[in-house]
T-cell receptor, first 111, second 116 residues
Framework: QKEVEQDPGPLSVPEGAIVSLNCTYS??????FMWYRQYSRKGPELLMY????GNKEDGRFTAQVDKSSKYISLFIRDSQPSDSATYLC???????????FGTGTRLQVTL | EPEVTQTPSHQVTQMGQEVILRCVPI?????FYWYRQILGQKVEFLVS????????KSEIFDDQFSVERPDGSNFTLKIRSTKLEDSAMYFC??????????????FGEGSRLTVL
C-alpha cells in the first residue's frame, strides 16, 4: 500500500462548480497536512496547511482532515478557469523535515 | 516577492557525465531542500540541509548525489555520474523554519534534467 494515495484525474468541471479533491494515507505518524497547487512547468505553491482534524477555510478553499479515517480533502468553491492546475496533497510526520506527496490530481475548469 | 531561483532551467547530458544544479534560496531562509519529479510521477524528497549539513536524506540520495552550500547564497545539487533514470525535474525549496513547523516550503520553478 502506498503511503499517500491520490486520484490522478483528470477532473473536469464547469466554471462555478464546487470541486472536491481527496487523499488517503496509511502512515499514522503523519501529523501535518498540506495542499499545493502546481501549474504546468512550475514549482508547487502552498495553498493550505493544517495540523489537526477538522476544517480550515481560506477564501474559496477549505481543507478538511479526518485523522481517524486517514483522509484529507480540499474543497474549492466557485471554481475559476485559473484554478486549472495539478493539486498535490503532502504530509509530514512532524519532527521529520521531509514532505511526502501524493501523485497529484489534474483539474480542468471549463468556461 | 522573494523567490527561489534555479539554474539551468533545462540541461541535457550524456549518461555518465557530472551535473551540477544550482539554486538561490530566499535570503533569510535557513532550511534547504531538493525534491525531484519524474515525468508523470509524484514529487519525491531527496535531501534536506540545515546549518551547513545534511539533516535528512532519502534512499534515492545515494553516493552519486551530493549537496553543497559553497557561499552564503547558493545551494547546489551534484550528480556525479548521471544515469538514464536520473532524468527528472529537480526542485529546490527553502523555508524559514523546518517543513514540519509551518509547511511553508517555497519551491523554485525547477531544473529539467534529461540524460541521454
Amino acid at each position: 500500500q502506498k503511503e499517500v494515495e491520490q486520484d490522478p484525474g483528470p477532473l473536469s468541471v464547469p466554471e462555478g462548480a464546487i470541486v472536491s479533491l481527496n487523499c488517503t494515507y496509511s502512515n499514522s505518524a503523519f501529523q501535518y497536512f498540506m495542499w499545493y497547487r502546481q501549474y504546468s512547468r512550475k514549482g508547487p505553491e502552498l495553498l493550505m496547511y493544517t495540523y489537526s482534524s477538522g476544517n480550515k477555510e481560506d477564501g474559496r478553499f477549505t481543507a478538511q482532515v479526518d485523522k481517524s479515517s486517514k483522509y484529507i480533502s480540499l474543497f474549492i468553491r466557485d471554481s475559476q478557469p485559473s484554478d486549472s492546475a495539478t493539486y498535490l496533497c503532502a504530509m509530514s510526520a512532524g519532527t521529520a523535515s521531509k514532505l511526502t506527496f501524493g501523485t497529484g490530481t489534474r483539474l480542468q475548469v471549463t468556461l | 516577492e522573494p523567490e527561489v531561483t534555479q539554474t539551468p532551467s533545462h540541461q541535457v547530458t550524456q549518461m555518465g557525465q557530472e551535473v551540477i544544479l544550482r539554486c538561490v534560496p530566499i535570503s533569510n531562509h535557513l532550511y534547504f531542500y531538493w525534491y525531484r519529479q519524474i515525468l508523470g510521477q509524484k514529487v519525491e524528497f531527496l535531501v534536506s540541509f540545515y546549518n551547513n549539513e545534511i539533516s535528512e536524506k532519502s534512499e534515492i540520495f545515494d553516493d552519486q548525489f551530493s549537496v553543497e552550500r559553497p557561499d552564503g547564497s547558493n545551494f547546489t545539487l551534484k550528480i556525479r555520474s548521471t544515469k538514464l533514470e536520473d532524468s527528472a525535474m529537480y526542485f529546490c525549496a527553502s523555508s524559514e523554519l523546518g517543513a514540519a513547523n509551518t509547511g511553508e516550503l517555497f519551491f523554485g520553478e525547477g531544473s529539467r534534467l534529461t540524460v541521454l
